[in-house]
């Protein structure tokens, strides 16, 4: 069984950009969304407080739509308070609660992000591979869009090691056996992860490829207060390769990722 769990706030665009939202319940046997802001705590404390409660752009009323039109979607909202969530950590875990409570605790587990885009075959390929290598939790790479017709390509991911792909990669799939989730950010499972084996499969990551996406990363990571701007400069260069910490700084700037043009393709 393929489980996909995604937490999200405000993510309509995100959800409707290749059309997204209608695609993953065709390719995951459950995918389980749990909506509303998270509070900076756990393992996102250093984040900064903006936003309370529910998303205000459409995003609850289509995962409603979708829960009514497939039944293998499922969304979680939290109803104390005015919706928000003391942290992702609760999020995640929340989605995980409606496995236990349906008495699944043996499946495929994929963390989809909001901004995270997976085809089946990718999906396929990669169970199959975690399977063979005898490995408990999937890493990977990512397409890392950072504008309209421009790409980050290399090693830019979680880690905090530019020199080691395999710390740097993400941790997006797990051969899950009904554990809890210790923290979101980096993902970790309570008692770790296992053997993490890093895959060569790479997914679309969509996260700076809008600018109101940009704009509350600005916001709401601390030390990126400069992101829009470098953002909005980057999107008028017109001489590429250019290093990723044109865009981003810290050690992330310090991987071997270079910024590149691609063509886009017609929606």
């Not at 939202?21 to 903006?50: F, H, M, Q």
């Not at 999937?138 to 395999?166: N, R, T």
């Amino acid at each position: 069984m393929r489980v996909g769990f995604t937490i999200i706030y405000n993510g309509l665009h995100h959800l409707e950009h290749n059309d997204y939202g209608e695609y993953l319940p065709r390719i995951l046997d459950k995918w389980i969304i749990v909506e509303g802001a998270a509070e900076p705590g756990g393992s996102t404390n250093w984040c900064n407080s903006l936003n309370k409660g529910h998303s205000d752009d459409g995003t609850l009323n289509y995962i409603k739509r979708l829960a009514l039109e497939y039944d293998n979607v499922f969304f979680v909202f939290n109803l104390k308070g005015k919706g928000e969530w003391v942290s992702k950590d609760e999020m995640v875990n929340a989605a995980l609660s409606v496995l236990l409570a349906q008495g699944e605790t043996d499946c495929f587990l994929w963390q989809i992000d909001a901004d995270e885009q997976w085809s089946g075959p990718d999906m396929d390929k990669a169970e199959n591979a975690l399977a063979d290598f005898g490995g408990s939790c999937g890493c990977f790479h990512a397409e890392y869009f950072v504008g309209k017709g421009i790409v980050a390509q290399g090693c830019w991911g979680e880690g905090s090691d530019p020199a080691d792909p395999l710390r740097n990669a993400y941790r997006r799939l797990w051969r899950w056996k009904g554990q809890k989730f210790q923290t979101h950010e980096p993902p970790l499972l309570v008692g770790g992860n296992g053997r993490e084996v890093l895959l060569d499969q790479r997914f679309k990551h969509y996260a700076y490829y809008f600018e109101k996406d940009v704009i509350f990363k600005s916001k709401y990571y601390k030390d990126y207060a400069d992101v829009h701007h470098k953002w909005m400069d980057l999107q008028k260069e017109e001489v590429f390769p250019q290093p990723i910490n044109r865009l981003i700084g810290g050690y992330w700037g310090g991987t071997d990722t270079w910024i590149v043009r691609y063509k886009e393709k017609r929606s």
